[in-house]
């Protein structure tokens, strides 16, 4: 079947410009996680979801980033008045549950310039 | 605050020896551990998932181990091959019952012909 599929492969914007990355996770994986991932790095967590709700948000690194998940499956990672820091490649993983093996996506890689 | 520590960071060896790639924790309070690969540019690929009650997992030529007490795991790759070739990171979840893993920095190997 279908992995996690992320999109864009690669997103080029501008300082100050508003981003928004999907996440298509497996179908009837009910745990979705966001991570960020910089050269050299382990990733990084950003937020998960349990089903629809944020379940935990504490990795976000400010109020310029939200994640959302209306419906329980695809996922968008907003990101407002970019800056040149948020560069990195970001990451979304899905599992069945939240103690259950995590299957990644190939990310998005993210150039702030 | 889990930190996860990955010895050593890279090695370069020639085809057909065994590795040891070494993983350990601060906080051994840890329902599993979870093994990933990780190739040039992609995203993470899952190796092994270890309980917190299970000794070791073994899929082909990966053993890994899981010793909770003093905070380590051991992912061992027997006959390495060139297709070997990856980053190799370990994850377990940031402390006592959080979902949120934290990931290590990783081990990069090189296996040559």
């Known amino acids: 079947g279908a992995g996690v599929s992320q999109t864009p492969s690669n997103k080029v914007t501008e300082k100050g410009k508003y981003v928004e990355l999907r996440c298509d996770p497996i179908?009837?994986?009910?745990?979705l996680y966001w991570y960020r991932q910089s050269l050299g790095q382990g990733p990084e967590f950003l937020i998960y979801?349990?089903?629809?709700?944020?379940?935990?948000d504490s990795g976000l690194p400010n109020d310029r980033f939200f994640a959302v998940r209306p419906e329980g499956s695809v996922s968008t990672l907003k990101i407002q008045r970019t800056e040149r820091g948020d560069s990195a490649v970001y990451l979304c993983a899905s599992s069945f549950s939240v103690r259950d093996t995590q299957y990644f996506g190939p990310g998005t890689r993210l150039t702030v310039l | 605050k889990q930190e996860v520590t990955q010895i050593p960071a890279a090695l370069s060896v020639p085809e057909g020896e065994n590795l040891v790639l070494n993983c350990s924790f601060t906080?051994?309070?840890?329902?599993?551990l979870q093994w990933f690969r990780q190739d040039p540019g992609k995203g993470l690929t899952s190796l092994l998932l270890i309980q917190s009650s299970q000794r070791e997992q073994t899929s082909g030529r990966l053993n890994a181990s899981l010793d909770k007490s003093s905070g380590r795991s051991t992912l061992y790759i027997a006959a390495s091959q060139p297709g070997d070739s990856a980053t190799y990171l370990c994850?377990?979840?940031?402390?006592?019952?959080?979902?949120?893993?934290?990931f290590g920095r990783g081990t990069s190997l090189i296996v040559h012909p």
């Open positions: 979801f349990q089903g629809t709700g944020a379940a935990d």
């Open positions: 994850a377990v979840p940031a402390s006592g019952g959080s979902y949120i893993p934290t």
């Open positions: 179908s009837g994986h009910t745990a």
């Open positions: 906080d051994s309070a840890i329902y599993n």
